[in-house]
C-alpha cells in the first residue's frame, strides 16, 4: 500500500497530537530512531505560475534525501492538508492549484522509492475537500471525535486523579463537559488540557489546594471549542 495516512475529524481532537507522537513508539519497537518532518501550508507558495509545484517536489525530494543521509524511517507530516490537496474536481479551482494536487499525488507515489521508508501523513479538518485520488491512496484512514462520558471521566481521572475524586464527582465533571440539550457539542481534548486545566489550577494558585469545586466552577464558566464548519477558521 502507498504510505500515506490520514488523520480526520474535529479541531481540537488530538489528530496533530498523535501525528507528532506516534513514531516514538514505533522508534521503540524498532530499536532506531524515527525523525519527524513537517510539510508547511507556506508550500502552497505565492501565488506564482510553477511555484506550488516546485515548493511541493522540493519539500518530498528534502524527505528522500533526509531519510537516506539518517538512514532511519521518517514521518512527513503535512498539516492542514486540505489547503494542498484540495480535490481538483472544483469548478472555481485555479490551474495552479491543480498543478500543485498533481505534485502532491507524484510526491507520495515517489516515496516509496526512498532508501529508507518515509510515512506520509495528512492532517485535516476537512476530509471531504481532499481529492479523491489521494483518499484513495490511503492505507489508512483515522477518523477523530470528541471524547464521550467515559472517555471524559478517564481524563480527569488521569489528570485529578491524585486530589482522591470519587466516581460520582467523575461522573459530575464528565456531565458538564458533555453535550447538553443546549449545547449540542462537548469540550475537546485540548480544551481540557490547554484551558480547563490551567484556569482550574489558576483558581487555587497560590493560597490553596486544588479541590472538586474548582474543576467544576471552572468547567462551568467556559465553552467548549465550536465544531469546525465548512467556510469557518478553525
Known sequence: RTPLIVFAGDVGTGKTALAESFGNEIARQLGSNVHLLRVSVQTRGTGLVGEMTQLIGKAFNEAKRVAEAVNSPIVLLVDEADTLAQSREGSQMH?????????????????????????????????????????????????????????????????????????????????ASSPTADRKYGFTYSDITNRIIPATILRAYPDRALDFTDILETIQSLQPTTPFQEGRKS
Open 95 to 175: 490551474h495552479e492549484d491543480k498543478a500543485g494536487v498533481n505534485a502532491l499525488i507524484q510526491g507520495i507515489d515517489h516515496v516509496k522509492e526512498a532508501h529508507s521508508p518515509i510515512l506520509v501523513v495528512f492532517c485535516t479538518n476537512r476530509m471531504q475537500a481532499i481529492d479523491p485520488a489521494i483518499m484513495r491512496r490511503a492505507a489508512i484512514i483515522h477518523e477523530f471525535v470528541r471524547p464521550n462520558n467515559e472517555i471524559l471521566k478517564v481524563l480527569f481521572k488521569q489528570y485529578f486523579g491524585d486530589l482522591g475524586l470519587t466516581d460520582q464527582q467523575l461522573s459530575q465533571l464528565a456531565d
